[in-house]
């Protein structure tokens, strides 16, 4: 009789744990117009950051140094704040996520799971990708849009992202320094590498 109450104790509390990451966040398909709302805010945000992110990873790799230039392709790099001010007076947060990520603060949440999972799902049955998707989020109180551009890997990322035996030795040895659990190499060139996303309160 015992055994059972502190049986049944147990599972309640594991069952209230593990609804405790996601409890209180629910995607909702946008409506129409809040898409037309959201789109070209999150189109300029992510053309930019993209123009901006090729510039210098092209800057770092024609001066030669990748070794010293391998964290061109982190955003804290970037001067987040003026390409948001330019583009919208609302509040924004630009992360990027992927399922093998190199930087751990990139590891995808609920919801970026989900986007991912969309375009993994549309990629499996070689259907044409999106060129944005949009999740309505409802949390706590709280209403607010994320905003995905998918990534594809190109010939240029390869020199960090690539194939471990074709990478650089003296890169690799950096790499794996800065980021021991690294999981973003062995990508070819045209793989989808990930999503911007664009949270827009
Ligand atoms: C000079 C080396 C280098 C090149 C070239 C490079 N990257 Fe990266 N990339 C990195 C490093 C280092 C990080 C980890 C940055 C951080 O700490 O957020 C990273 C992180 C990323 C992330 C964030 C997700 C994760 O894995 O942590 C994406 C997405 C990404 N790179 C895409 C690309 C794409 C697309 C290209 C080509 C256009 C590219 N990278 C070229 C070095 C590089």
Known sequence: MKLHLVFIIILSFSIFLSGCTDQGVKIVKPSQEEVS???PIGDKISKELVMTLQKELKAAVQK??????????????????SII???TDKVVHIKRTTYQFRNPDNAPDKTEMAALDYYKSLINEQKDIPPFYIQK???DEKTYYNYYKPMKVKAICLNCHGDT???????????YKLYPDDRAVN??????RGLIR????
Do not use: H
């Open 37 to 39: 709302q959201i789109k």
């Open 64 to 81: 030669g140094g990748l070794n010293e230039a391998i964290n061109v392709c982190n955003m804290k790099a970037i001067p987040l704040t």
């Open 85 to 87: 001010a330019d583009a």
């Open 137 to 139: 989020i409802k949390k």
């Open 165 to 175: 035996e074709k990478i650089k030795p003296e890169i690799l040895k950096e790499i």
């Open 187 to 192: 990508y070819k060139n045209g793989d989808f």
């Open 198 to 201: 664009i949270s827009i309160e």
